[in-house]
């Protein structure tokens, strides 16, 4: 069985769309699907999920130069979900802390 959902994307930006709009971001496995995405929300947290939106990022090119040229390469790329939940039900990411 591949883990779907691999980390949740905690950032200034994401937490503010969190706290006006109900929705959460996460980082998932690059071949999940929306609904097994909105699945392993559901059994994770415990809360019910109103739609899912997925975006593809491709990773950003890095240069750097060195005393034997230009050395070229990639970051990873990865695959994040945009989570809205139902009204008036919430995800404390610190709370497993």
């Known amino acids: 069985m591949k883990q779907i ?5 905690v950032t200034e930006k994401m937490s503010a769309i969190s706290d006006k709009q109900g929705k959460y971001g996460f980082i998932v496995n690059r071949d999940a699907n929306k ?5 392993a929300v559901e059994k994770s947290y415990g809360v019910t999920v109103v739609k899912v939106n997925t975006i593809n990022v491709d990773g950003k090119r890095k240069f750097r130069y060195t005393a034997k040229g ?3 390469g990639r970051s990873q790329s990865y695959k994040k979900a945009i989570i809205k939940l139902q009204a008036g039900e919430t995800i404390d990411f610190y709370a497993n802390v």
């Not at 609904?35 to 699945?39: C, F, G, L, M, S």
Request: hydrophobic share 55%.
């Open 5 to 9: 959902l691999l980390r949740p994307l």
């Open 35 to 39: 609904i097994e995405i909105k699945h």
């Open 70 to 72: 230009i050395i070229e």
